[in-house]
């Protein structure tokens, strides 16, 4: 029996896209939140925003489920409990390679996944890609390449294979989340939270302090940013394949700069803004496409 959870079906495309749009738009504010942040190190940033995760998702299941909480928790089994933990992996590694190599060099390489994932989800899933969606992802991977070429180079080979690390778990992550959207995933969250939660503790040094804007920062970025857009990632993962989910990470990628812009001056080049506008352009024109067709079929019935 499918999770009362479950919203949406293959009729609900176009409106499942647009609910990865808004995921997207989002998540992408994740640069600007952590390019405010002033004094606190990584780690102290995962334990903190693990905390939030973790308490933000708690209460919304209990709202969700009440007295049943645990049971839907427990419902997500070893497979969730993999998802979850490969989504902590994929953050935390994230970090660490934009740490250790330039940014040009991260972006690129994560801008692999729905290419990963679409491989993924062909073998293990029998998904198959529309022509519209390889031609989306086409267009939005040159967009990408447009962005950051110029920022391309030769840098830590740790920095870039923990990129390649990043990119390959949130695939996996997403084709876990595909495969079992019959039940409610939300509770994979905790499962990432608690993950980054620990990782942050045992890597911190004992170092709690930190100052009262970073912690508002944390608080945002785990109760509002990854919250909402995890759970919205999720809900969308009833209508779309795991490729066409993961496809809509390159619109986060072309906002992500355009924020740091207007919150810090910092200028983007006119590859950038070329290379945003191409992302831009290809996954709206995909998601209005199937808004229209949808629209199309309700007036047919």
């Known amino acids: ?60 299941l209990y709202l969700q489920y009440r007295t049943k909480l645990f049971f839907h928790i427990f419902r997500i089994g070893l497979p969730g409990f993999i998802g979850g933990t490969l989504m902590a992996v994929a953050q935390l590694c994230y970090i660490e390679s934009m740490t250790h190599t ?27 890609l ?82 009262y804007n970073d912690l508002m920062l944390c608080i945002l970025w785990g109760a509002l940013i990854q919250s909402l857009g995890f759970y919205l990632f999720i809900l969308a993962a009833q209508s779309l394949i795991a490729a066409e989910l993961t496809l809509f990470m390159l619109l986060e990628f072309s906002l992500g700069p355009i924020w740091v812009w207007l919150g810090f001056g910092e200028t983007p080049t006119q590859d950038t803004l070329i290379g945003g506008t191409l992302v831009l352009f290809s996954v709206s024109l995909l998601t209005l496409s199937e808004l229209k067709g949808q629209a199309s079929k309700k007036t047919l019935r």
């Open 130 to 211: 529309r022509r519209a969606t390889m031609l989306t992802m086409a267009v939005a991977a040159l967009g990408i390449y447009i962005m950051i070429a110029e920022g391309l180079k030769i840098g830590s080979l740790y920095g870039i294979l923990m990129a390649v690390a990043a990119a390959i778990s949130f695939s996996c992550f997403a084709v876990i989340v595909r495969q079992y959207r019959g039940i409610n995933m939300l509770p994979v969250l905790l499962i990432s939270g608690l993950v980054n939660a620990i990782v942050g503790f045992a890597l911190m040094d004992n170092n709690f302090a930190i100052s």
């Open 1 to 60: 029996m499918e999770d009362s959870a479950v919203f949406f079906t293959h009729r609900h495309r176009g409106t499942a896209m647009s609910i990865m749009v808004v995921e997207a738009v989002l998540v992408s504010f994740a640069g600007l939140i952590f390019r405010s942040i002033e004094h606190a190190n990584i780690w102290q940033i995962s334990f903190y925003r693990g905390l939030v995760l973790i308490g933000t998702i708690s209460f919304i």
């Open 102 to 128: 330039t940014i040009a060099n991260t972006v690129f390489t994560m801008s692999a996944i729905p290419f990963i994932t679409a491989i993924l989800a062909r073998i293990f899933l029998k998904e198959n």
